[in-house]
């Protein structure tokens, strides 16, 4: 049985960064597309960033292009969030995520067959 589990979120302030990591277990994140969702207080889940295991296509949801990045280690079978020039409205629980199946189904339907528990990301202005 797979797991994930998530790091690195914490308090930063208006326009700084943060890096997330998400460590795979019982899974080699090479044969899935993962990716990134966040859920704000009152929010729905949303979707943020995926990728193919293979690290050939990515997508970002349009409020962090540019300011985001998603990359993957293979050899440590681990997910990365890069996170840029942060603002309030990114303040989240942060999910990563892993399907069987393709990097686009993930973003359309925000579906995903493992989750990690969650890292809580506070953004203060």
């Known amino acids: 049985q797979g797991q994930l589990v998530e790091s690195g979120g914490g308090l930063v302030q208006a326009g700084g960064s943060l890096i997330l990591s998400c460590a795979a277990s019982g899974l080699s994140f090479s044969n899935y597309a993962v990716g990134w969702f966040r859920r704000a207080p009152g929010k729905e889940r949303e979707f943020v960033a995926a990728m193919s295991g293979s690290n050939i296509v990515k997508y970002y949801e349009d409020s962090v292009k540019g300011r985001f990045t998603i990359s993957i280690d293979n050899a440590k079978n681990t997910v990365y969030l890069q996170m840029n020039s942060l603002n309030p409205e990114d303040t989240a629980v942060y999910y990563c995520?892993?399907?069987?199946?393709?990097?686009?189904?993930?973003?359309?339907?925000?579906?995903?067959?493992?989750w990690g528990p969650g890292t809580q990301v506070t953004v203060s202005s």
């Open positions: 995520a892993a399907l069987d199946g393709a990097a686009q189904r993930m973003r359309v339907t925000k579906a995903a067959d493992y």
